[in-house]
Structure formats: structure tokens, C-alpha cells
Antibody, heavy 119, light 110 residues
Framework: QVQLVQSGAEMKKPGASVKVSCAASGYTFRSYPIHWVRQAPGQRLEWLGWINTGRGNTKYSQKFQGRITISRDTSATTAYMELSSLRSEDTAVYYC????????????WGQGTQVTVSS | QSALTQPPSASGSPGQSVTISCTGTSSDVGGYKYVSWYQQHPGKAPKFIIYEVNKRPSGVPDRFSGSKSGNTASLTVSGLQAEDEAYYYCSSYAGSDTYVFGTGTKVTVL
């Protein structure tokens, strides 16, 4: 069965960077893009960007351009999201999700990774 | 890229119907057929329940239905059940390989 397993909770200081991993299994990793979405406490879902896991090209939300890097390791079937210059407003649960082109939707989600930014 | 606008809350008694709107622009909701809806229970990851405006993935009850008119998409939950109490988010393709989510609606089953 399709599974996306994310890395554990992170506590970071303002100005630092965080890198969250998303290990995929149960399907052909290179055939499905991976998207990243975050949710601040009590807030809405916010789309961050995505990676074409086959070719490696990426697209980011304009809001995070310059601060976010999404990458993948096809041999490890794992995607990564790195966010730099962290501030308190980046405190959120970060989700990875598999995108299915035929459905144009995020059909499987990781369990989420809590990232807390505090001095 | 502004968030799509949803009402903060909606409610209904068991067995009744509730409809949630999702208003965007001609650059997102109105411009493409790629509107999805996600259900999220507290503390859980979202689950997708509608794709391409009005299609249900396998396993999703037919009590959930979607539609779109102009720049506004809608999700209707018919025959409300206690387990339908959750947050619901719309999402749309917004051009240039980008996507946008709605502001979210909390559905309460009275």
C-alpha cells in the first residue's frame, strides 16, 4: 500500500534552516510528483511547492521563493523540503503528499512533521 | 496568489444537507476544471474526497458531491452523519504549475 513517512518533529531557532524528509513506498516513486503543504496552528492549509520526482524539476509558491528548496533522492525514494531563514511564523505542521496526475489531486499524505521556531 | 475564500463555518442536523462555497478568480477556480476538496479531522492529515470539480475517488460515499459555476466551486454533503464533522478545504490549480488552497470551513453536525 502507498505510504509516505515523514521525519520527526524539529525545534529550530529563528534564522536557522530545517530539512524535512518524506520516505515513499508502495508505488513507483518516479511516476508521481510530491507536493509540500503546511498548516500553522489553527490555520488553513498552505501550498508550498512540488517536485517532479522523475525529472527533478520544481515549482515553488512565490511566497517562499528564495527560502525553500525541494529535492529528491530516487535511489532512496525520498523527497525533502528545506526551508531557510526561519521565523516564528514558520511554526507549523509540514505535510508531504503524493500528486496523481490522472486525478489532479493529492491522493496520499504523510503524517505531518511539526516544526517549531522559537528563540 | 491569494487563498480561495470559504465560509468559516457551516452546520446541519444529522440527515440534513450542507453546502460549502469556494470562491476564487478566473485565474484559478474559474479558469480550470481542477478543483479538489479535502476533509481534515482534528490532528489528522487531510483526505481527498472530490477531484476535477465533481468526481469522487473510490471509497468516498456518494453523499459528497461537487459542482462549479463561474469562479465559485461548491461541496455538498447530503445526509449528514456525525463522522462528517470536520474541516473542509478546497484547492484549485492556479496556472503556471502552481496550486492554491481555500481558507477552510468547519462543518458541525448539530
Amino acid at each position: 500500500q502507498v505510504q509516505l513517512v515523514q521525519s520527526g518533529a524539529e525545534m529550530k531557532k529563528p534564522g536557522a534552516s530545517v530539512k524535512v524528509s518524506c520516505a515513499a513506498s508502495g508505488y513507483t516513486f518516479r511516476s508521481y510528483p510530491i507536493h509540500w503543504v503546511r498548516q500553522a496552528p489553527g490555520q488553513r492549509l498552505e501550498w508550498l511547492g512540488w517536485i517532479n520526482t522523475g525529472r527533478g524539476n520544481t515549482k515553488y509558491s512565490q511566497k517562499f521563493q528564495g527560502r525553500i528548496t525541494i529535492s529528491r533522492d530516487t535511489s532512496a525514494t525520498t523527497a525533502y523540503m528545506e526551508l531557510s531563514s526561519l521565523r516564528s511564523e514558520d511554526t507549523a505542521v509540514y505535510y508531504c503528499a503524493r500528486f496523481t496526475n490522472t486525478l489532479e489531486s493529492l491522493d496520499h499524505w504523510g503524517q505531518g512533521t511539526q516544526v517549531t521556531v522559537s528563540s | 496568489q491569494s487563498a480561495l475564500t470559504q465560509p468559516p463555518s457551516a452546520s446541519g442536523s444529522p440527515g440534513q444537507s450542507v453546502t460549502i462555497s469556494c470562491t476564487g478568480t478566473s485565474s484559478d477556480v474559474g479558469g480550470y476544471k481542477y478543483v479538489s476538496w479535502y476533509q481534515q479531522h482534528p490532528g489528522k492529515a487531510p483526505k481527498f474526497i472530490i477531484y476535477e470539480v465533481n468526481k469522487r475517488p473510490s471509497g468516498v460515499p456518494d453523499r459528497f458531491s461537487g459542482s462549479k459555476s463561474g469562479n465559485t466551486a461548491s461541496l455538498t454533503v447530503s445526509g449528514l452523519q456525525a463522522e462528517d464533522e470536520a474541516y473542509y478545504y478546497c484547492s484549485s490549480y492556479a496556472g503556471s504549475d502552481t496550486y492554491v488552497f481555500g481558507t477552510g470551513t468547519k462543518v458541525t453536525v448539530l
